[in-house]
């Protein structure tokens, strides 16, 4: 096909080199977008009597069987077009004749690739933000069926304080949640529209930039032409939310790993999403955790890879830019298969509550409280932190737990000790009394539940602000 910008340059342009620079393979899954915006291109050239209505109505006669032939797969897209820009206009020269040749008036593939762009990135944050949504009532689901359910709660992976694995659940809730206010801001900030900057400069047509971007759903357009075409910091922050967002899988896949194992043993994978070993036959391992785990590298080096691309650009538009959409691609796609595969591994995952519980009376995790009721009978903290301190060094050589410890021997260290310090450092009480917000009880986690429950029924809701 023939090069957009034929005219000025004359010869053969090198095989390779031409490869080198196209961009058709990578940026041809946003023809929906370059297509609807052209369409709007058509319709503000009509009102703004650059071209005529007739002209007008044969452009977006011509895109709109464009777009059902894409779609319904009638019409391959050629890739050995420059990029999806120059297969449409192409395209539809060929089938409305010199008409077509009007439509690219008063813009530049430079103002078109940015709101193709945007107008992706648009719906790809409503598509990650609703799986996101999922996530957390799966989440949510899980923790109030194990809103009871005891275990140790961990600091530098040491079994810390008792907590329950409703209230662990939980905290990946409030985490995805702010994954979804992130989203909201970066839709916000995505959502301007460049049309209309064309190269670098604006335009002397009287264009009404206004019209075209309400009708395409923007809130607002850019207010520099020079910024407008060269703006992808959209991208940046897209990006960086999509690498916490993967962090946070990361994360909570790293615990189901660990709690998978053996040596945990608090939670068992379905079938359907570990693998088996080819040389050990009693192998079950937790593939699909450990790739979410894996692949959250990949969108920290698009992240990294957008970072550098951008770092030493001078104004405008330059062709390293070209080198975005398939950082932007690869880490949209990553996310969103990671989020639909690790919904249902969650809410299909069998809890050993039992063995979590006993790990729990193993792990001293009541020490605290045992200190705390010493404070209570008028102890300063401090020295029944000693105390209790020494209470677990004797019990740790004479293997027995707290609960196991007898009163006799906990009188040799206080007089205060007397028969209700059991009921002081039984486990379910320890969880229950920490009613504070946000705490382990019972009636806390439910309210948290409540709370996680109410944010999260929010839709994307975006503001013009």
Known sequence: MNKLWAGRASGKVDEIAEDFNSSINIDKRMYREDIKGSIAHAEMLARQKIISRESADN???GLKSILQDIDSGTLEINSSSEDI??????????????????????????????????MYLREQIICIDSSLKHLINCLNDCSRNTIDDIMPGYTHLQRAQPVTLGHHLAAYSMMFLRDRERLKHVYNTTNISPIGCCALAGTTYTIDRDFESSILGFYDISRNSMDGVSDRDFCIEYLSSLSIIMMHLSRICEELILWSSWEFGYIEFSNSYTTGSSIMPQKKNPDIAELIRGKTGRVYGALIAMLTIQKSLPLTYNKDMQEDKACIFDATDTVINSLRVIAPMISTMTVKKERMLLAAKEGFINATDLADYLVKKGVPFRNAYKISG?????CIEKHLTLEEFSLSSYKKHSELFDSDLYDAIDLKNCVNRRNSVGGTSHQAIVDELKYIEKINKEEMGCCDD
């Open 85 to 118: 820009h120059t297969f449409v206009e192409q395209i539809l020269t060929e089938r409305i004749g010199e008409d077509g040749k009007k439509l690219h008036t008063a813009r530049s593939r430079n103002d078109q690739v940015a709101l193709d762009l945007r």
């Open 59 to 61: 452009i977006i006669s």
């Open 390 to 394: 020494e209470i677990v060094s004797e």
